[in-house]
């Protein structure tokens, strides 16, 4: 009887791959056609239940997991944003969710909160106030020749990561972003995170302004969520200017994923009328336009919890259409489009 693989070891295993404990889970999962969770390797890792012989055993046998390749054999990440220039269309909420759900699929995760409203700061239970004390913003980071990887903070039990805002980021705004290249930083910055993370995630303010092209200028894919109403829409036409200008001058890969129809009410005539001009647009555009997220109470009180709403109910309305954003992203990982590759 071959002896019980330790906690200890279970741990160093995952360790010495880059993995997380997620990541461990989907790996197992897909092999032994189980359903653990990651509650589960944490009690296997603490010891507080036993390692069953098949785990072991599948950890043993020599092959490496192959969908979730060590973090040092790991390209650089595909780097994702929302846009839209009309403030409270889910920007935010989009991006929290599909980070929890990319990252709950095995991948290395952090989003970063390039919004000073810091909504996805405080919607990942993180206090802006104490961050900007610390140091430890995105302005913080922009402004400083430290590593960037040094400003991250793990959230959702360390699900992911997320590299905080604070108002202060407004002021580098109009300080740092405005200089000539100024919109170039963010860029170079995200790309000094090759090799450590999958997807890296982000938000953006409801304005065209620096942050925004600082945003667009580094992203590989961006999508445009918009509210099932007429203002909300109304903007696009402005967003797709800019995209044209940021491929023309710096970054020519930015490609679009799609359009997400948000807190949409079926049984409101505007709303179908709305999502009818949105079919419209997104044909003449060549878009996809992904299934609609229906107005919940879910999202709102998520900001409460300092969770993803889906984190908490997994079975909220739009979890579909925030799958499929996912699922679309995980696609194009596996077809390589990553960020300056
Ligand atoms: N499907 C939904 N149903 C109901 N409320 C929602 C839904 N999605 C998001 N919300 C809520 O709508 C508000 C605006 O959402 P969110 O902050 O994500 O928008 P935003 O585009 O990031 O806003 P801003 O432009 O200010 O950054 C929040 O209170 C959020 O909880
Ligand atoms: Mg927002």
């Known amino acids: 009887m071959p002896r019980d693989m330790t906690g200890d070891e279970l741990r160093s295993y995952r360790e010495q791959r880059g993995m997380n404990q997620q990541a461990l889970v989907t790996w197992l999962n897909e092999r032994l056609n189980r359903r653990y969770d990651r ?8 010891g507080a239940e036993r390692i069953p012989q098949t785990v072991a055993a599948a950890l043993k046998d020599g092959t490496e997991p192959s969908g979730i390749p060590a973090a040092a054999s790991r390209g650089a990440p595909v780097v994702f944003c929302a846009a839209n220039q009309k403030g409270g269309v889910a920007k935010t909420t989009t991006c929290v969710n599909v980070a929890w759900l990319l990252a709950q699929a095995g991948s290395r995760v952090l989003l970063v909160d390039c919004d000073p409203q810091a909504n996805a700061t ?9 961050q900007e004390l ?3 913003t995105l302005t913080h980071a922009l402004k400083s020749t430290r590593p960037m990887r040094e400003f991250v903070v793990p959230v959702c039990d360390g699900a992911f990561h997320l590299l905080p805002a604070s108002i202060s980021l407004a002021a580098t705004d109009r300080e ?8 170039l930083i963010l860029r ?3 790309g000094q995170l090759a ?3 999958d997807y890296i995630v982000l938000d953006c303010p409801p304005h065209l302004g620096e942050l925004t092209v600082s945003v667009l200028n580094a992203a590989d894919q961006l999508l445009i969520p918009t509210q099932t109403e007429l203002l909300s829409m109304m903007g696009i036409p402005q967003l797709f200017e800019t995209i044209a200008g940021v491929r023309e001058l710096v970054n020519p890969r930015l490609g679009v994923l799609g359009i997400l129809p948000t807190m949409y009410s079926p049984r409101r005539v505007q709303d179908e009328q709305v999502m009818t001009e949105l079919r419209a647009l997104a044909e003449s555009e060549n878009l996809r336009l992904f299934s609609p997220v229906k107005r919940a109470a879910d999202y709102t009180k998520s900001v409460m919890a300092g969770r993803p709403g889906l984190a908490i109910n997994p079975n909220s309305a739009g979890a ?3 799958r499929e ?10 077809e390589g489009v990553r960020h300056g590759a």
């Not at 405080?122 to 104490?130: A, F, I, M, Q």
């Not at 740092?176 to 919109?183: D, F, H, K, V």
């Open 188 to 190: 170079a910055k995200i």
């Open 320 to 322: 579909e259409s925030y």
């Open 176 to 183: 740092l972003l405005r200089q000539p290249n100024g919109t």
């Open 134 to 136: 610390a140091k430890a």
């Open 195 to 197: 090799g450590h993370y």
């Open 325 to 334: 954003i996912a699922e679309a992203l995980l696609d194009l990982a596996k």
């Open 39 to 46: 509650a589960k390797v944490s009690r296997w890792e603490t």
């Open 122 to 130: 405080v919607h990942l239970g993180v206090d802006p106030h104490e």
